[in-house]
């Protein structure tokens, strides 16, 4: 069954990083392109970039971009978020998925940015 577990997620104060891991299992990772998406508190689930199955092209979210970076281990079936220049506007739980998105979503991993 399809199963996406993200981990990596904490407290961090403006300006730091973290670093998101995404494990996906239940389909065939390495033929898929994958997403990551974020929630906040109050709004709705926003997309915030993604990266072709081989790892050769990403794209991402006008408010993320120049400061998040995705990356993927088709060896590992795990796909990464690195996440810098935070600020609190970027709090939320973040969620990865297959595309087209695959259900179940995973629980997320909660990213707080405050000072």
């Known amino acids: 069954q399809v199963q996406f577990v993200e981990s990596g997620g904490g407290s961090v104060q403006p300006g730091g990083s973290l670093r998101l891991s995404c494990v996906a299992s239940?389909?065939?990772?390495?033929?898929?392109?994958m997403t990551w998406y974020r929630k906040a508190p109050g709004k709705d689930r926003e997309w915030v970039g993604g990266?072709?199955?081989?790892?050769?092209?990403?794209n991402y979210a006008d408010s993320v971009n120049g400061r998040f970076t995705i990356s993927r281990d088709n060896y590992k079936n795990t796909m990464y978020l690195q996440m810098s220049s935070l600020i609190p506007e970027d709090t939320g739980v973040y969620y990865c998925n297959a595309w087209p998105n695959r259900n179940p979503w995973g629980q997320g991993t909660q990213v707080t940015v405050s000072s």
């Open positions: 239940g389909f065939t990772f390495s033929k898929e392109t």
């Open positions: 990266i072709t199955n081989t790892g050769d092209s990403t």
